[in-house]
């Protein structure tokens, strides 16, 4: 019989809401179960760990993606997989940090939660919940049918490192435009085989711990003052995300030019990545990014915003030579670009 274990930070799927003060507030996972018997049928034995402190992901971090990644490796010879639940607001976030952190990983790691708590009786949170178990104990031939770090929402499995939080609304909360789904749920679970990711032939887990989050965001808008693009790239920092126009355009007004030449002249690392949810950087296509390309800005291509930092402060855990941070900056490491 396959065995699953349940993670549990928090987020809405675990919350109730306060009879007097109207306010969503956490519950323990006992009281999760007590709104799921359907558990029980599972063809599967499922073990728990709930977090001391259940929390609102708003309240996540490096320290506690350190310690899901920990869990994860004292269990992985116990298990066939595993289902973290999480708060959506952040939980492509964590993905996508758990993804770099976990190199080789030959086990589903699904994250999922819900819009709704588990209590509502309109709640998403039970179809969820159900099938990420269903997708973290699927095999064939004695092999998992996905081996990475994924989120499954409203129906749909994606790359963790590829998806974004999309909607506060609507059950659809995630997308991922520039990668395929990898499986989609109706009346049968339809795995997209060609698009997921296996670790290489022979290679066993490989667990980093290691995040530096010295990292800043300088997002352009037309207008933007010296004074403000100085003080970010001068910020007591290592690494630098820089959203951009388009396909990784900026001003080519000297003075920006000048200021980020300075800022890798003193050890820094820019990674460029575009506004644009959909498509890629494309560094010296248009004159407005050739002066990019030139000043030794990295190519961030079509990676999400999440990635991008959280790949910045796995790689400055990683490397102390800003040379060999850009060169992984710009390598598909763990399926989170597509390189042209
Ligand atoms: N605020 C909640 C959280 O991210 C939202 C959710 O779970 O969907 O923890």
Redesign the pocket.
Known sequence: MSQILIIYT????G?MSDPLTKV?KPINFEQIMDNVPELEKLNCKIKVHSFEQI????NMNPAIWSELASLIQSNYDDVDGFVIL??????AFTASALSFMLEDLGKPVIFT???LPISAIRTDAKENLMTSIEIAKAKKHDRARVPEVCIYFDYKLFRGNRSFKYNSSKFE?FRSPNYPILAESGVHLRFSVNDIRHPQEGEGLKVHKNLVSDVAVLKLYPGISPKVVETILTADVRGIVMETFGAGNTTTDQWFIDLLKNAIDSGKVILDISQCKVGTVELGRYETSKHLKDVGVANGYDMTYESAVTKMMYLLGQFENPQDVKQYLETDIRGEITVS
């Open positions: 928090g987020g809405t799927i919350m969503l929390i609102d992901s708003s999480h708060g959506s607001d952040t939980m939660g819900s819009q909360a």
